[in-house]
């Protein structure tokens, strides 16, 4: 079974759907769209060098065997996210209080 690309699947669908539960809109902002794009280049950098050497091994078992280079894709998925449920429990939060 190919649970990484499971849950990666699973997490990316709900940080979308806490975006509209929260009616935070981050995702329709353009600003959040460029910040995604640095953070998977900087995460495309690092995640690079951990795979690269390999510091980091994934069983293939465990996700689709599609990389880039040397990264699954779902570590990409997982990053997403991970990044985009943060900014909007942040952003549901802040806008909260003022």
Do not use: C, H, Q
Not at 12 to 31: C, G
Not at 57 to 86: C, K
Request: glycine share 4%.
């Amino acid at each position: 079974m190919k649970e990484y690309t499971i849950i990666s699947v699973i997490f990316v669908v709900l940080s979308l759907a806490l975006d509209r539960i929260l009616k935070t809109k981050l995702t329709s902002d353009k600003r959040f769209w460029v910040f995604w794009i640095i953070m998977a280049a900087v995460s495309f950098i690092v995640n690079g060098y951990l795979t690269w050497r390999p510091i980091v091994i994934y069983s293939e078992e465990y996700y689709m065997g599609i990389r880039l280079f040397t990264i699954p894709v779902e570590d990409f998925l997982f990053g997403f996210s991970l990044i985009t449920m943060n900014i909007v429990i942040w952003e549901f939060f802040t806008r909260k209080k003022s």
